[in-house]
């Protein structure tokens, strides 16, 4: 334990005493918080959606053909009470619940007018305001063909959008927990990456394989630190959110700590894997960006929804643990949901990193026999 | 008088596949001795000091160092030897001291022990104004010295070498044979490979490796003698020629 806690120590100086490090592991998060604050603007199409319709009459299954036809929408669930409402949007596949009211047909040549609610998951900021932005369109659109049939005295359908989970719409609560998942995949592999390869460049490794420090004893202690500093920015970020943005963690913080340390393994085993396979700092590097910064970036659906991808993008994306993790805080952190909805994209995340563990520890030992050369 | 061994080797093989590394070597050496292990890149060095410091498994054959079999006990050897190798092997961020403390650490001693040590090593080398820069602003030389003196700072048995001396000026490589004499003195039985043929005069015994065989195994006055050439330079370039030349 000595000799460890002599290695650990050592790669808290490295840390701290470089101060490209200290950017990228705290300035980074700060400024990407800020920049993602701003939203990207994205199109939708076949945009999973519900309907709840109290009125069963020939105006509301018209206008639901409507919504139906158009390309935009696909109509998954049929609702039939507001009691739904809150289960379809915390399972997190429908986009947004159409509601007509009762007695639509009547109330419209009575009174000349009725309100249609569009409730939109507004933990995807971006994707709420598209859907309901167009479903919009399309009430009005069918609202002005009403009122040009002969003998009606100026039919209005007025569309009523809410945002459920984020009533203000801020775009950049969709965004917090992609910079999390983005951060952690930087800080925890690229920094794992490089600090080991780092070792081989120069030399040290060598050394560090005679002395009586185990293997393990050698990755555990580089890892180590980096595991610890990353706990230390998820819960900077959080403050931040929470600071800047007004953004609090509807759910369990337990849970969502948790999360975050099953992620923050899989991307240090991920590092760790990238060490086995490059000698050169440079290519660790590289690796790392393109390898695992990028795809998370753009295809976790952190900033591009996952549902407009094309189809072949969508089935690599599940073999991103990103995509996973996105899911699992956008959750935990913005709908408040329990460990009931999450388990499934736990147990994928769980699995992952798993098999990376297994496999990085397996290459690492493969290395030792061949030599350092 | 029987010398102490502190390396037994007999008949150690090392296969890689079909490729044979290191073919029935068989040799001892003894405690505070200077022991120098020659031989061309490929002639199978690299692949026999990695088993004797532990980190690679016989295939067939008695490895004993420091008493511990290579073979089965590995790790009980990694606690008893030293290890410097060609690439220097300090952090060039952390300070002279903070090097030093790290790898007493790793060797197991207690920062008390660490602490006095530190301050009779730094006096002895003339480097007491040191003890806090960072190895990065230290000239090459020094650097080296220090790599050295961090090797054997815990007192190892044996201390292996690999090529120490590699991109040293010919001034800091004197004072480096200076304290390798030193460190043998001090019954640290020194294990050394080395390029420099003229090095290798300044073995106590020399060795010479080619294509995983040990071709030649005596002090360095009795190989001159024995294959009549005036310096080991020109006896290793005699016995060493690799059988097939390339240009």
Not at chain 2, 225 to 246: D, N, W
């Amino acid at each position: 334990m000595k000799r460890f806690m002599a290695f650990v120590r050592k790669e808290f100086l490295h840390i701290f005493r470089d101060y490209r490090t200290l950017i990228i592991l705290f300035a980074l998060p700060a400024a990407q918080i800020l920049i993602f604050g701003y939203a990207v603007r994205t199109d939708i199409s076949n945009a999973s959606i519900a309907i709840l319709d109290n009125a069963r009459d020939e105006v509301s299954s018209d206008l639901a053909l409507k919504l139906e036809a158009s390309e935009f929408f696909a109509i998954k669930d049929y609702l039939t009470s507001y009691d739904d409402i809150d289960a379809v949007f915390r399972k997190g596949k429908i986009k947004e619940v159409v509601v007509f009211p009762e007695d639509m047909a009547a109330r419209l040549k009575r009174e000349g007018n009725v309100t249609v609610s569009i409730i939109a998951d507004g933990s995807e900021p971006n994707a709420a305001s598209l859907v309901t932005g167009y479903t919009t369109a399309i009430i009005n659109d069918y609202s002005a063909t009403l009122t040009q049939q002969p003998g009606t005295s100026v039919p209005v359908i007025n569309p009523e959008v809410r945002m459920y989970f984020n009533p203000n719409l801020k775009s950049h609560f969709m965004f917090v927990p992609g910079v999390i998942t983005l951060i952690l995949i930087l800080v925890c592999a690229l920094m794992t990456s490089v600090t080991i390869v780092r070792e081989k460049e120069f030399g040290t490794m060598e050394v560090l394989l005679v002395s009586p420090l185990r293997p393990w004893q050698i990755i555990v202690g580089k890892v180590a630190p980096y595991f610890f500093l990353s706990l230390i920015n998820v819960i900077v970020i959080l403050l931040m959110a929470w600071f800047v943005f007004g953004l609090p963690v509807r759910g369990s913080i337990t849970l969502l700590i948790a999360e975050c340390m099953l992620y923050i393994l899989m991307a240090l085993s991920l590092g760790i894997l990238v060490s086995t396979t490059v000698n050169k700092m440079e290519n660790a590097i590289i690796v790392s960006f393109i390898g695992l910064m990028l795809p998370t970036l753009l295809l976790s659906g952190f900033i591009f929804p996952i549902e407009n991808m094309p189809k072949g993008y969508d089935y690599f994306s599940m073999i991103l643990p990103g995509r996973w993790f996105v899911e699992i805080i956008r959750s935990v952190m913005i709908k408040g949901a329990g460990f009931v909805y999450v388990w499934k994209q736990t147990l994928v995340l769980a699995v992952m990193t798993l098999f990376f563990i297994i496999l990085s520890a397996r290459k690492f030992k493969v290395r030792l026999e061949e030599g350092s050369k | 008088m029987e010398r102490e061994k502190v390396i037994e080797v007999e008949d150690l093989v090392k296969r890689f596949g079909a490729f044979v590394a290191n073919d029935h070597l068989t040799f001892d050496v003894y405690k505070g001795e200077i022991f120098g292990f020659l031989g061309a890149n490929g002639a199978g060095k690299t692949t026999a000091i990695r088993i004797l410091c532990g980190l690679s498994r016989p295939t067939s054959g008695k490895v004993l160092v420091a008493g511990f079999d290579a073979g089965r006990s590995p790790e009980e050897i990694k606690k008893h030897i030293g290890y410097m190798s060609q690439r220097f092997s300090l952090y060039d961020d952390l300070t002279v001291k903070e090097n030093i403390e790290l790898y007493g650490g790793i060797y197991g001693m207690t920062m008390k022990e660490i602490r006095p040590r530190t301050e009779t090593l730094l006096s002895r080398l003339d480097f007491s104004k040191y003890g806090d820069t960072l190895i990065s602003s230290l000239p090459l030389g020094l650097k080296q010295k220090l790599a050295f003196a961090v090797a054997v700072f815990h007192d190892p048995e044996i201390v292996f070498l690999d090529e120490p001396t590699s991109g040293v000026d010919p001034i800091t490589r004197r004072q480096f044979w200076e304290m390798i004499y030193e460190t043998a003195a001090r019954g640290i039985t020194v294990f050394v490979t080395t390029h420099y043929m003229d090095e290798a005069e300044y073995c106590d015994r020399v060795t010479i490796m080619n294509e995983g065989r040990i071709v030649a195994l005596d002090t360095p006055s009795a190989l001159r003698g024995k294959y009549s050439s005036s310096s080991i330079e020109e006896l290793f370039v005699k016995i060493a020629r690799p059988k097939t030349e390339t240009v």
